[in-house]
């Protein structure tokens, strides 16, 4: 294990027990294998899953891991025309598994996200029986400020050239704190507690992972 891994996996050894208190359940995986490893050993037989348009989770293998798998895989990009799609974001709302990373999460185990849509925020928030966060160690924050600084700056303008948005944040890689038609910073959810205790399952990876 390199000094970074080492670094991480202490790092994770302080914010579980951080995040048990707050009703999540969370552990940590050494690396990107296992992570998958442990995401897919979340899964019952027949189930329902679903997935944020997550870079981790693709960088982990999830979404090849998923699609290739025996479970129900409600991919909304499969839909064809708009009914189709609304019929695919009914069904993920109640689904049984919800896969997502997170923008930033806290030391003391808070989860701050930004989203455009908002359907990754609310699905975190209600609706799916569980949701499952992975996220990488580069994602970890002092505190919710801090959290937030790190999703302007280094989360959400990457994110926009990926998307081929057009705002301040694509262009000059510094958020204009603009409204544009394009922004992806529509709705701030800070998520300081699972009202469900064991609902909401992090897996903390120790790797750099994401955005």
């Known amino acids: 294990m390199t000094p970074k891994q080492q670094y ?11 995040l048990q208190k707050r009703g999540f359940e969370a552990s940590f995986a050494t690396d990107r294998k296992e992570a998958l490893e442990k995401s897919m050993s979340c899964l019952t037989e027949g189930c329902t899953v679903a997935s944020g348009g997550s870079i981790t989770l693709g ?15 409600l991919d909304r ?4 025309t708009d009914s189709e799609r609304d019929e695919i ?3 993920i709302a109640i689904c049984d598994y919800y896969f997502m990373s997170t923008n930033a999460i806290t030391v003391d185990g ?5 989203d455009g849509n908002g359907n990754r925020v609310a699905s975190l928030i209600h609706g799916p029986k569980n ?17 937030y600084q790190r999703v302007k700056l280094s989360a959400a303008p990457p994110n926009t050239v ?7 944040c694509a262009m000059t890689g510094k958020c204009g704190d603009c409204l544009s038609p394009d922004c992806i910073c529509t709705h701030t959810v800070i998520t300081r507690r699972s009202n469900i ?12 992972l994401g955005y």
């Open 8 to 18: 991480y996996a202490n790092l994770a050894n302080t914010m579980i027990p951080a």
């Open 77 to 80: 990009f499969a839909a064809k």
């Open 59 to 73: 960088e982990i293998g999830f979404n090849e891991a998923i699609k290739s798998s025996n479970y129900i895989f």
């Open 197 to 208: 205790p064991g609902r909401i399952k992090i897996i903390l990876v120790g790797e750099e």
């Open 110 to 114: 808070q989860l701050v996200n930004i």
């Open 162 to 168: 990926r998307l081929n948005k057009k705002t301040p």
């Open 131 to 147: 949701v499952i966060i992975v996220t990488g160690m580069n994602k970890v924050c002092t505190d919710v400020e801090e959290a």
């Open 89 to 91: 974001f009914s069904k």
